[in-house]
């Protein structure tokens, strides 16, 4: 499964940002997808998920009400949409496609079988 991040960037704080995670083939459509984030010398983090119709979508606390994650499957990309950004919103992203079909098991990194290169956003005060 190949998952590419983009859309990644530095800009101030308080502005919007919308990230992609092409899957190339669609070989992701029947699963989960989630994004998680990565400070340096910090333990990856939980943002979101979406299930593998969209009808489900989870958020960690520090993204509920200011993410916003949605998934084309036409396309066989998910976005991440980040508005009202925040400098300790700063890190590297990675969105990672998970087997299981248990909404609980979306919130951990261990429960995701495969892994973007991830995108790095930079947030400026």
């Known amino acids: 499964v190949q998952l590419v991040e983009s859309g990644g960037g530095l800009v101030q704080a308080g502005n919007s940002l919308r990230l992609s995670c092409a899957n190339p083939?669609?070989?992701?459509?029947?699963?989960?997808l989630g994004w998680f984030r990565q400070a340096p010398g910090e333990a990856r983090e939980f943002i979101a998920a979406i299930t593998y119709n969209g009808r489900g979508t989870y958020y960690s606390d520090a993204a509920e009400g200011r993410f916003t994650i949605s998934r084309d499957s036409s396309e066989n990309t998910v976005y991440l949409q980040m508005n009202n950004l925040k400098p300790e919103d700063t890190a590297v992203y990675f969105c990672a496609m998970s087997k299981s079909y248990y909404s609980a098991d979306y919130y951990s990194s261990v429960n995701y079988d495969s892994w973007g290169q991830g995108t790095q956003v930079t947030v400026s005060s």
């Open positions: 083939g669609g070989t992701a459509s029947l699963y989960a």
